[in-house]
């Protein structure tokens, strides 16, 4: 891989449903050390995509290179190990386990994860420790150190999704997907959240993630990818982004002041419907 | 009339407590509980593994081979079952391993049953005089061991002393793994996973580790019943056997490294202790509602209405925890 190449490049990468395409993306590549907001309205595919590319559902078509390697079509498991790692929409942490555990588990190599060595402790001990410590700083990096004996189902939403950001770091990615990072999160961890992520290319970490707000958005993101039914419509900086007539579409349907200069009595309440409608 | 010697019910009830049939569900237990309790792998059809274990070894001795391969025979025969059964089925649902499993275990019953198999299995049968060499090598001399009316046989005691071995070898490494990264991982997996998989941990793998080694010592189990009477029958292993091994789990439990073991010995405690006290007060004698053959079914309705306050007033289980038994996914 030279220095500038993408860090992910993505070609072709289809996905139907039925007769539905939930995702046609000709091209996608991110950059290292960026941060990327996929961005798009309801049912743009956008989740659809970061399912795809990080295996947990099937492509139909298409190929997608990490860091070189070509990942088209590999399990989930593999893609993780590969360093693409992603977290969920609605976070999902391990309820019975405890918040510090939540957060050693995503450590890769482990040797005591090995069935035989996990039946002799001081082949993995040394290791676990130094993974203890590491997974430690990094729950007080995201701020839930008191919380570290707590066991994980007894978090809020919003802790929830830092504990889901400590255990992704844990995982050494160089590319972190984030599916909506900021969904259910209460205004006080939301600045905090935020600020966590942009720390992230710092420590070699490229960021994905998808994102309905705006201001979120264009707070964070270096570069802006704008998804609807299934295709990339634009990509830019934010402030590029926003001023593309095609996003601005996409989220509003046309705009309405064209159609008042069309029907100058009100707006037809037929076109409202049909313009109006989620992608 | 009615002559109730509590003190004889609790004797029957120790006796049991320790003996055998507690050491056999102790053991399968423990591989029950790899399998549900730390990994959530729903296996409806564990007994299938203490069946193929205890054929195993017992074609093995009927076709002339010595114990110790018959042994090696058995263990192997849960091995290959385990693997056999995850390989096409942890890939699925899990629904899909319930359905499978309580599947091959009436299959393989009904196979070892069937009289077209009668000179390698017995048929209905069974093989008879498997344990000769496993006595022959019985260190202990004869006579009886134990407190007045609670002892044993030097051959119970024998069966006793290798069963109960094997049960704690067995808490040994399942309390080993349980507190490894291996344990923590199969702990997420039954949690959630689709979010272990994100984090690079092959599911499948890991799942297929737990339900072998679940088997195996589902077939140790099934190799000591052989031991203790010295024969097998197909009807050993009805599916409702595997039911008992949840029910011990469960009241033991779930997801503990002694709560298996534990369970095993409180529900032969309680069976057979209700048992002394029905047949003691019924003993022959036939009532309007209920006779001396109702006794058998009464006790396990008996142990029904108490794992159900069970999980009533303690969900966990005798040995869980309860912060994490009431532990809820929001």
């Known amino acids: ?279 | 009339m009615i002559a109730l010697s509590l003190g004889s019910a609790l004797v029957d009830g120790l006796r049991d407590a320790v003996g055998i049939s507690a050491c056999y569900y102790a053991l399968a237990s423990v591989g029950l509980n790899i399998q549900f309790g730390f990994a959530g792998l729903m296996n409806f059809g564990h007994v299938a593994s203490a069946l193929v274990g205890a054929y195993g070894m017992s074609i093995s001795v009927n076709e002339g081979l010595p114990l110790w391969v018959g042994i090696i025979v058995g263990v192997v025969s849960g091995l290959v079952l385990g693997l056999l059964l995850g390989i096409p089925t942890l890939r699925l649902r899990a629904d899909y391993l319930a359905i499978v499993t309580i599947s091959v275990a009436e299959i393989l019953r009904v196979v070892v049953n069937s009289a077209r198999l009668q000179d390698i299995t017995g048929g209905p049968i069974g093989i008879t005089g498997v344990s000769k060499s496993f006595k022959a090598i019985n260190p202990i001399p004869e006579g009886r061991y134990g407190v007045g009316a609670w002892s044993f046989n030097q051959n119970d005691l024998w069966t006793m002393i290798v069963g109960w071995t094997l049960v704690v070898l067995a808490c040994v490494v399942v309390w080993r793994l349980a507190r490894s990264p291996w344990g923590r991982t199969l702990k997420a997996i039954r949690e959630d996973e689709d979010a272990a998989r994100s984090l690079g941990k092959n599911v499948f793998v890991m799942k297929l580790q737990a339900l072998a080694l679940g088997s195996v010592f589902g077939a140790m189990a099934g190799m000591i019943t052989v031991f203790d009477g010295g024969f097998v029958k197909p009807e050993f292993f009805v599916s409702q056997v595997t039911f008992n091994w949840y029910l011990v789990v469960i009241l033991g439990g779930l997801g503990t490294v002694f709560g298996a073991p534990v369970g095993a010995v409180v529900y032969w405690f309680v069976i057979s202790l209700f048992n002394s006290v029905l047949t003691q007060l019924i003993g022959n004698e036939s009532h309007w509602f209920i006779d001396s053959t109702d006794t058998g079914a009464i006790r396990y309705i008996v142990v029904g209405v108490a794992v159900i306050l069970l999980l009533v007033y303690r969900p966990q289980g005798l040995l869980g925890d309860k912060h994490e038994a009431l532990v809820r996914d929001r």
Not at chain 1, 29 to 40: F, M, N, Q, T, Y
Not at chain 1, 99 to 116: I, T, Y
Not at chain 1, 164 to 185: F, I, K, Q, T
């Open chain 1, 1 to 279: 891989m030279t220095a500038d190449g993408p860090l992910l490049s993505a070609r072709g990468v289809t996905r139907a449903f039925g007769g539905v395409t939930a995702v046609d993306v000709d091209e996608l590549e991110v950059r290292p050390g960026s941060i990327v907001a996929l961005i798009g309205p309801n049912g743009a595919g956008k989740t659809t995509f970061f399912n795809v590319l990080t295996g947990f559902e099937r492509g139909d078509g298409g190929e997608w290179r990490f860091e070189g390697h070509d990942l088209t079509g590999k399990p989930a498991y593999a893609v993780a190990r590969a360093g693409m790692v992603r977290t969920f929409q609605t976070a999902r942490v391990f309820p019975r386990l405890t918040v510090l555990e939540n957060v050693k588990l995503a450590a890769p190599d482990q040797r005591g994860e090995r069935m035989f060595s996990a039946l002799f402790p001081w082949r993995w001990r040394e290791q676990d420790r130094q993974i203890e410590e590491r997974a430690a700083e990094i729950i007080e990096w995201v701020g839930l150190g008191p919380k570290r004996t707590d066991y994980a189902g007894t978090l809020s939403g919003g802790q929830r999704k830092l504990l889901e950001l400590a255990r992704a770091v844990m995982a050494s990615p160089r590319l972190l997907m984030l599916d909506e990072p900021m969904a259910g999160v209460n205004p006080a961890l939301r600045q905090a959240l935020l600020e966590k992520i942009t720390e992230l290319p710092g420590e070699g970490i490229t960021v994905l993630f998808v994102e309905h707000d705006m201001d979120v958005v264009s707070s964070i993101a270096d570069v802006v990818v704008c998804m609807a039914e299934g295709r990339i419509i634009a990509v830019g900086t934010p402030a590029e982004v926003a001023a593309e007539e095609a996003v601005v579409e996409a989220y509003l349907g046309r705009s309405h002041e064209d159609l008042r200069s069309i029907h100058p009595g009100g707006l037809d309440p037929t076109h409202e419907f049909v313009d109006g409608e989620d992608g």
